[in-house]
């Protein structure tokens, strides 16, 4: 009789608000991001030199990272090595990478040539997922636009909490048309995670903030960037690579890096994860 008694006062606890035993939002955490296509490691001085990239990734001191343009055993223009796994063997990051093409290999017995998008994270990586978008291919002579992979998804366990972070590389030509279709993609996977999931998205879009195109993505996230352009790094005039985030992320310093390890400026910010803006 005295054991149910007991049980009965700890489930009485549990439930009411102000019981001792009652749970407490989440503290809110630090996060620090980093977007960057990387042009494959040559820089705007057309040099291949995964170095800089290293060098650019560490002094951010981005926690987790977004790359586009990697290759993996892909081409002679980055001597057919794997990148992701050399980036992230030089930081002492995990990595995630999700390709766009993946091919077979110019000679037998070699890796299969692969070139897409990679996440970087400091912290453990608990589900990760390569989502299709529509995409004109860059390597048909006469493409049409066909359900592709190479936007990533990876949720991060940041201190207990988990951050889902999305790496993404929109279409570059001046028609939106297929922009327009992949950002209405990028919703509908976004709309998939639970209600109220932390939500990172980080990226080359191709587009400048007022574009059209982009105009539903600012009803769902939040652009953390300061106005600065990125593009061409060594001397931008466009802002078409972001760091945005859900509603529930606060940014508290968002900046692009003076940089020319690639043709693009990566671009750094500082967010608190579950302290709304």
């Not at 929109?170 to 999931?197: K, S, W």
């Not at 980080?202 to 652009?223: H, I, K, Q, R, S």
Request: hydrophobic share 40%.
């Amino acid at each position: 009789m005295r054991r149910s008694l007991l049980s009965l006062l700890v489930l009485v606890l549990v439930a009411t608000p102000g019981g001792a035993a009652a749970s407490t939002p989440p503290r809110p955490v630090p996060l620090t991001v980093l977007s960057f296509n990387m042009h494959t490691g040559i820089g705007a001085d057309g040099v291949l030199d995964l170095g800089r990239t290293v060098e650019v990734i560490r002094r951010s001191g981005a926690d987790v990272v977004g790359l586009q343009e990697v290759d993996v055993h892909w081409a002679d223009r980055s001597e057919f090595r794997d990148q992701a796994r050399l980036l992230a063997r030089a930081l002492r990051m995990r990595v995630f990478f999700a390709p766009v093409y993946d091919l077979p290999p110019l000679t037998e017995g070699a890796p299969r040539r692969r070139y897409g998008v990679a996440v970087l994270s400091r912290y453990p990586v608990v589900h990760t997922e390569n989502h299709l978008l529509t995409r004109l291919s860059t390597l048909e002579p006469t493409p049409t636009p066909a359900p592709m992979p190479g936007f990533a998804e990876a949720v991060v366990l940041v201190r207990g909490t988990p951050v889902h972070v999305y790496c993404t590389h929109l279409d570059y030509r001046p028609d939106p048309a297929v922009r327009r279709v992949q950002v209405a993609e990028t919703l509908e996977i976004l709309a998939a995670d639970r209600p109220g999931a932390n939500q990172v998205l980080l990226g080359d879009l191709n587009a400048e903030p007022a574009a059209p195109e982009l105009a539903p993505l600012w009803t769902v996230l939040e652009d953390t960037g300061d106005g600065d352009p990125t593009y061409p790094a060594d001397a931008p005039v466009k802002r078409i690579d972001y760091v945005t985030v859900s509603p529930n992320i606060r940014a508290t310093r968002s900046e692009v890096l003076d940089s020319t390890a690639s043709d693009h400026r990566p671009v750094v910010a500082d967010l608190v994860v579950g302290q709304p803006s």
